[in-house]
Each structure stands twice: as structure tokens, then as C-alpha cells.
């Protein structure tokens, strides 16, 4: 079992920035965020792979978010910049331990954490 605890969330203008950390108990292939806005469904945001630091990411973050990693710390990041008002959901960090993920279904993903709240003020 791994355990995933996020930190970072908060409230910020539009336009600003925030960093989101996920810090694992273990290791697993890969991890990534989504993240989930009232109503709607919870959406994938972005995924590292452990293991040659290769990532991915949804069209609408493409350009503004930054997902990387400290495998010292066991930990992996989420840099958001050029924040709008769409992007204002829970945030959560999710890990999968198969091989051939389908990136974007957060069925695949085998931990997740508790979320945390983004919320970007006009």
C-alpha cells in the first residue's frame, strides 16, 4: 500500500502561480494529478513516469503546468503558472503501478490522495 499526501493548494489570483507536492510512502511506476470541479468530473491533468522522467499532460494545461519529481524525497510536483478560473477544482495525486497505463483514466491508478483545493479568484 502507498500512501500519498498532498500539500500546496490555496487560493490565488488569475494570472498567478502555485506549486502543488505529492510526497509517497513508495514507489510506484508512475504518478500524476487530476484534479475534479464541482459538478463536474474528475479529469486527469498530468502524469511522470518514475523512471526516465517521462511525462504527459492534457491540451488545457499544455504550456502553463509543469509536472516533475524528487526521487530523493519520493516526492513529485506540480508547477502551475498563468492560472485561470477553469482551473480552480480539488487537485489529486494519483499513482499507478502497471506497466502500459492508460495515462488519462483514472481507473487505471491504483493510490490516490486526500486532494487538495485550488481556487483562482478573478
Known amino acids: 500500500q502507498v500512501q500519498l499526501v498532498e500539500s500546496g493548494g490555496g487560493l490565488v489570483q488569475a494570472g498567478g502561480s502555485l506549486r502543488l507536492a505529492c510526497a509517497a510512502s513508495g514507489r510506484t511506476t508512475y504518478m500524476g494529478w487530476f484534479r475534479q470541479a464541482p459538478g463536474k468530473e474528475r479529469e486527469f491533468v498530468a502524469t511522470i513516469m518514475w523512471s526516465g522522467s517521462i511525462t504527459y499532460y492534457a491540451d488545457s494545461v499544455k504550456g502553463r503546468f509543469a509536472i516533475s519529481k524528487d526521487n530523493a524525497k519520493n516526492t513529485v510536483y506540480l508547477q502551475m503558472n498563468s492560472l485561470n478560473l477553469e482551473d480552480t477544482a480539488v487537485y489529486y495525486c494519483?499513482?499507478?503501478?502497471?506497466?502500459?497505463?492508460?495515462?488519462?483514466?483514472?481507473?487505471?491508478?491504483?493510490?490516490w490522495g486526500q486532494g487538495t483545493q485550488v481556487t483562482v479568484s478573478s
Open positions: 494519483a499513482a499507478a503501478k502497471k506497466i502500459g497505463l492508460r495515462i488519462a483514466t483514472s481507473a487505471d491508478y491504483d493510490y
